[in-house]
């Protein structure tokens, strides 16, 4: 992805997993990638997780509209409630807006 402009709103998903489930986990996953990115506003999405199942996901939007747009899914809604029910032990999410972004990159 490349930077994201000045304006566009960070989802920052912050999550503890259950052992429960890693196949419908990473399935659900992929589900919910593939149909953030078909949406109107969506610019990119980072996402790592370690060892003891701790994740960070941030999905990139355009605006405040997208974003919300994406939250109200009702798709989303729909594995949201389902990783309350089976795949999280807790998660917290934090909504920002960027004010300036850039990166490096190793040369070849």
């Not at 566009?8 to 990473?26: H, K, P, Q």
């Not at 355009?62 to 594995?79: F, K, N, S, V």
């Not at 949201?80 to 032990?89: P, S, V």
Request: glycine share 10%.
């Amino acid at each position: 992805m490349v930077n994201p402009p000045p304006g566009a709103i960070a989802v920052i998903f912050l999550s503890g997993r259950t052992a429960t489930d890693a196949e419908g986990y990473g399935a659900a996953a992929e589900a919910m990638e593939q149909a953030a990115r078909q949406r109107d506003g969506y610019l990119g999405i980072d996402s790592a997780r370690d060892a003891d199942g701790i994740g960070i996901t941030v999905s990139w939007w355009r605006d405040e509209a997208a974003a919300l747009t994406w939250r109200d899914d009702p798709d989303h809604a729909r594995i949201r409630d389902q990783g309350r029910a089976q795949w999280y032990d807790w998660y917290r999410v934090v909504v920002a807006t960027v004010d300036r972004a850039y990166g490096w990159t190793r040369p070849a």
